[in-house]
């Protein structure tokens, strides 16, 4: 693969899911096989080394955290017992987390012998270079980094963002019902002064405008009540549950205040019918 | 002078058709000038309050005419009675029916459309009310008395043709009732607007320059008032 036109340069590596158990319960890391030669590394070392000897690991401290191991425990993968050496962190991706050891031990586990099921290809014309291993090696699938980064985030993405989709038109329909009913309800009881501003004058439209300020008004204040809760929330969290990943950029918070705000148009239609049918003439009754 | 409103055998009969039907107005005939206070009296339940919604374009009658100005209300559209009712029309409610989380001007202003929507114009109606120190007083804080003339100046803020007041006396003291009259009693005569108040209290009825008598939706006694004698614009009329 070395030899082929467009390759710069090629790593071989190991990497797969192993399972094993902790106190009797299973775990799963991704194990990637280092070769000692330094271009498989942690994407960022927060504790120990990852000069690893053999037996020794580096895991992610997100699986630190939730399974409750420190550097200098030992964890029994295949009857042999591997050493924590080191701690790194970005190696968290939701649904598996990434782990490091030597290339032969992860070989020995595996039973790869002297087999990689990884390439690391670098070449200044990548595209050159994908299309060229592509068609003189059929046994392998060739991926730019791009598409390689878009696979893992496709993994993320297909696993949580449809429940995430359910839960978010779950909370918008909480949140119509909420400051509809908060509405539905003001209109009930302020149903006089409503009928004191008809008989006034105030056309029913005119009356559809007050409840849809008081709509909006309220839907504002619980966006900016929420938004400050949820920093609040993502500390807790993240002192709570391990791995707990949250991303919140301006344009999120953005559409947030979008769907609020139809949110709040959508929940003053709630009182219209009872709006229209205040009848003003009943004010005079005392 | 033609006069302002004209009634033509006016009835208001609640539930026709049914066994519980009530027939709460009949056969009224009126005209009430321009500049005119007119009192209508009569015990609870005589059809004073129903009387007095059909004439302020708030209850359909179900017999007869009201003419407001020339115009036959009967054929107003729904959004043309609100029109009406905002720019022609004050109203004066028996329980004040102001709004309790704004504050006096506040509520005066709410009422106000167009021109009229000004915090100034606001000031300036409970000013002359003499309200000027109590603007920014709620509700709550302020007397019956005080609640009723900014109710007053709520009616006034359109600059209406005509005034409806429902028992505006009810919730006063004897004193204090005394006063807010001779204040509408003012203004009708200053401003030269017709007022029309609904009142079962007899200690009252001077201010107007005609009492009407309504028992069981009837029209059944006209008495002349003794307004010339009792506003307190009487050089107006010297």
Known sequence: MANIEGVKSVVPFVSRQVSFEIDGKEAHLNFIGDDGSGTVKPYKLTQGTANL??????????????KKVVIGDTLKIDDINFKIVGLAKGGNMIVY??????????????????????????????????????SEINSVLVMGRQEFLDNNAAIVRDSFLPIAGVLLIIAIAIGVAVIG??????????????GVLKAIGYTSSG???????????????????????????????????????????????????????????????????????????????? | MTPLLITEKLGKTFDPGRHAQVKAVSDINLAIGRGEIIMVMGPSGSGKTSLLTML?????????????????LQ??????????????????????????????????????????NSRERAVQLLTQLGLGERINQKPRQLSGGERQRVA??????????IIFADEPTANLDRHIGHEVMQLLCSIGCEQGKSIVIVSHDERIKDVAHRV?????????REEKGHHNETCPMKKHYE
């Open chain 1, 181 to 194: 009913l908060t509405i539905f309800t003001s209109t009930i009881e302020k149903s006089r002064e409503y």
């Open chain 2, 152 to 161: 007053i100046a709520r009616a006034l803020v359109n600059d209406p043709e």
């Open chain 2, 75 to 116: 054929r107003f559209s729904a959004g043309g009675l609100t029109k009406l009712r905002r720019d022609k029309f004050g109203f004066i409610f028996q329980s004040f029916n102001l709004l309790e989380n704004l504050c006096a001007w506040e509520n005066v202003f709410i009422a106000g459309f167009g021109a009229n």
């Open chain 1, 53 to 66: 000897s053999s037996q020794e690991i580096v895991v992610d401290e997100t699986f630190a955290q939730d």
């Open chain 1, 97 to 134: 987390t990434f782990a490091l050891m030597r290339l032969d031990d992860l070989r020995a586990i595996l039973d790869f012998s002297n087999n990689n099921n990884y390439y690391l290809v670098k070449s200044d014309q990548p595209e050159l270079a994908e299309k060229n291993i592509s």
């Open chain 1, 207 to 286: 009356l559809y405008g007050i409840a849809l300020i008081q709509s909006l008004v309220s839907g504002v204040i619980g966006f900016v009540i929420g938004y400050f809760l949820s920093l609040v929330v993502v500390e807790v969290a993240q002192r709570a549950a391990s791995g707990f990943v949250h991303e919140v950029t301006t344009i999120n918070v953005m559409w947030v205040l979008v769907l609020t705000i139809f949110m709040s148009i959508l929940a003053s239609f709630i009182p219209l019918q009872r709006l229209s049918t205040i009848d003003p003439a009943k004010i005079f009754k005392a």
């Open chain 2, 212 to 220: 009407l008598y309504i028992e069981d939706g009837r029209l059944v």
């Open chain 2, 56 to 72: 302020g374009a708030l209850l359909k009658p179900t017999s007869g005419k009201i003419i407001f100005d020339g115009q036959e």
